[in-house]
Structures are given as C-alpha cells and as structure tokens.
C-alpha cells in the first residue's frame, strides 16, 4: 500500500531534503526511523529536493509498504523517533498511481526578510541592512506570471530537461514587525531558482543591476542575474495537488 504524508522541518543543520551521502538529509532521518517503527526496510519518496538549510513547512512525501498501517500510531512513533527540527502529519493512504513528485499540481516557496537584527531569526530570514526599492521590486515582479524560461535563474548541476515554469502567482508583502516576504507559486521550479530569483530582484532593489527583471529573464544568461540569495530565508511552503487525487 502506498501512504501520503507531509513533513515541516527546519532545515539549518541539514544537507538538504535528499540523500547524500556527506552530510545528514531530512530523507535519510525519515527513511531509518520507518524502517525502525515498520521493521521493514522502507523509502521514502518526496515532492522535490530543497538545498542545505532551506526550511519547509509542507513538504509532501510518500512510501510504500505491504500490509496496512495505522496512520496514527505510525506517525506518533516517527515524531517521538525523529529529531527535534523534522516533524510529520497528515499521513493517509492514496492510490498506488499517486506519486509525491509527479501528481503535484503546485508548489509554493516563501522567502523571509528582516530589516534588522534579530537572534530569533538570524536562521530563519535573511537579514538585509542596506537599502532596497521595494515598490520597485513589485512592480519587477509582475513580468513573473505565466510559463517563461528560466535558464537565467538556473545554477550549475542542474538535471532539469526544461527550464520553462508556469508561474501562477508572485508578490511581496510587508509586515508590522520589520519583516518581507516573497511569495511564488508555479508548477515546478528548477534547481536554485528561487535564490537565484530572489537575490536577482534584491540586487535590482538595491541598485546593483541595471537591467530589468524582464530582460534578465529574457537573456536566458546566469551572467546577467545576480546573487543568489542565502537558504536561510526560504521555506517550501507547501505543495498542492488535485483534489480527486490527494488533499
């Protein structure tokens, strides 16, 4: 039988979501603790790979097993076995055809801004003591809808066979306490694009670019782009699917 689940986690002290085999992976964590509570060895399969120190909030992932489970129990016993920073919910069992990655309608990554120091945050935001036009950055944002091609915003490594993401939605919004936030939603992204994007649009802020975030785009070139911004400020925030297949 195959089960869904979804996962939070903060990612500091991780290598990533996905396995590898130098540093500890939210995957691998989740992968020994099932084998542990199942007594059978099990694989978990996620909705997409996040790079060191990113952070999420509703990951979905699934794995596969030959008798049926209690969901509840199964998750109590991971979350009591699991470290202090990964935590799972929402387990049910789907239809074998569901695949964490494959029948994902959406996903949606925020990434957090602080205007100030602040210990409570300093692994959570990325905390920006300069100056930066964000009226600016809002207009430059509304080129993102639609599905565009992003070789721009790719990093090297990357194993992605298109670079074209749908975008569904895109903005900033401000907060009372200090804080930004970039919101995107589209149907996949590539490997890094949201750093990439988001400290090209940070670069264009602040002055440092010229260009506009549209002919960046355009120029297909990761010379014209600017910094990458750093994971600590990005959150998978949560991955959609349809309704008829899972919630």
Known sequence: MRYFFRVEYDGTRFGGWQYQPNAISVQQLINESLTIILRTPCSVTGAGRTDAGVHARGQA???DVDEEI???????SLNALLPYDIAVYGMTAVNADFHARYSAASREYKYYFADRKSPLSHKR???IYYPVD????SREIKCLSGPRDFTAFCSSGADSKSMVCDISSANVSAHGDGTRIFTIRANR??????????GTLVDIGRGRLNDSLDDIIASMDRNRAGETAPACGLVLEWVDYPAEVCR
Request: proline share 0%; no cysteine.
């Open 70 to 76: 209690d969901t509840e129990r199964v998750t109590s």
């Open 125 to 127: 935001a990325w905390t």
């Open 189 to 198: 992204f590539i490997y890094k694009m949201v750093r990439s994007l988001t």
């Open 61 to 63: 992932a699934h794995f």
């Open 134 to 137: 964000w009226d600016r950055i």
